[in-house]
T-cell receptor, first 114, second 112 residues
């Protein structure tokens, strides 16, 4: 299993541009999550999904959108990039119903908005 | 907001036990305590979790006080590769709302 994969690894955006961060997992997990991590800080939950077609807001959803059309994929969309969205973005997945306690994290996408 | 309080940093000599404390005084009866760590800028890695009993796995031990208001993560023989930020998390969740709320963690530096 590849686990949780994220693309791209790095990206520089200009203010006002849009982009989609891709996240894919091959573990048949029903739960998926998007976090952001600012320098020196812990992770903050942006959005999460408990299954295909179901998404919900986390702590810091403003400026982002998500969709979950398949079990495997959970893309994160930035519509109008702002400097405040400069951060490292982590995607994660888990399978609550199987009783597995942990979330598995991807390697992250480092985004800079200038 | 995070429901846990951790010291910002700790040092530990290689080969010694590292004891990382965490306060979670407002924890509810059905909330689990989880520990994750983040090495350099990688994605966080699960270590261990518990509800009220002490737990041990191949990575660490978790000691939870009887009143559940605090816990300690123990790395029995710290190595240089254990240098990381360690997050203590109270898992808020049920089947439909499972999520982790991260604080700022403890930066553990293991020195030779």
């Amino acid at each position: 299993n590849a686990g949780v994969t994220q693309t791209p690894k790095f990206r520089i955006l200009k203010i006002g541009q849009s982009m989609t961060l891709q996240c894919t997992q091959d573990m048949n997990h029903n739960y998926m999550y998007w976090y952001r991590q600012d320098p020196g800080m812990g992770l903050k939950l942006i959005y999460y999904s408990v299954g295909a077609g179901i998404t919900d807001k986390g702590e810091v959803p403003n400026g982002y959108n998500v969709s979950r059309s398949t079990t495997e994929d959970f893309p994160l969309r930035l519509e109008l990039a702002a400097p405040s969205q400069t951060s490292v973005y982590f995607c994660a997945s888990s399978h609550y119903a199987r009783g597995e306690p942990e979330q598995y994290f991807g390697p992250g996408t480092r985004l800079t908005v200038t | 907001d995070a429901k846990t309080t951790q010291p910002p940093s700790m040092d530990c000599a290689e080969g010694r036990a590292a004891n990382l404390p965490c306060n979670h005084s407002t924890i509810s009866g059905n909330e689990y305590v989880y520990w994750y760590r983040q090495i350099h800028s990688q994605g966080p890695q699960y270590i261990i979790h518990g509800l009220k009993n002490n737990e041990t796995n191949e990575m660490a031990s978790l000691i939870i006080t009887e009143d559940r208001k605090s816990s300690t993560l123990i790395l029995p023989h710290a190595t240089l590769r254990d240098t990381a930020v360690y997050y203590c998390i109270v898992r808020v969740g049920s089947y439909n709302t499972d999520k982790l709320i991260f604080g700022t963690g403890t930066r553990l530096q293991v020195f030779p």
